[in-house]
């Protein structure tokens, strides 16, 4: 199996700062895509930031200028550096790993965490 181990969130002031990680293992052959989705309790999961295998990444308009996806070298790990937080950026983070696995050939899967909550609030 993968597993994904999720760290950093918490309560923030306005203005503040966290910084999440999430560790990928297991079984992993290579991974193509990592980073971030939130949701808040009743709307959809939405893409927060990710970094691809060459090294590209997506982030969420309103995420931009704030917020910094990076992957740790020589781990299978990816840290989002949460700048200048809001109150609309209060949700439960979720970590998001598209990798391959060798069974056989090379098949790539998603996995998500399990959610870390993020509170930004005064």
């Known amino acids: 199996q993968v597993q994904l181990v999720e760290s950093g969130g918490g309560l923030v002031q306005p203005g503040g700062s966290l910084r999440l990680s999430c560790a990928a293992s297991g079984n992993i052959y290579s991974i193509n895509t990592m980073g971030w989705y939130r949701q808040v309790s009743g709307k959809e999961r939405e893409l927060v930031a990710v970094?691809?295998?060459?090294?590209?990444?997506n982030y969420a308009d309103s995420v931009k200028g704030r917020f910094t996806i990076s992957r740790v070298n020589d781990k299978n790990t990816v840290a989002l550096q949460m700048n200048s937080l809001k109150p609309e950026d209060t949700a439960v983070y979720y970590c998001?790993?598209?990798?391959?696995?060798?069974?056989?050939?090379?098949?790539?899967?998603?996995?998500w965490g399990q959610g870390t909550q993020v509170t930004v609030s005064s």
């Open positions: 998001y790993c598209n990798a391959n696995r060798y069974i056989g050939t090379v098949l790539s899967f998603q996995y």
């Open positions: 970094i691809n295998i060459d090294d590209t990444t």
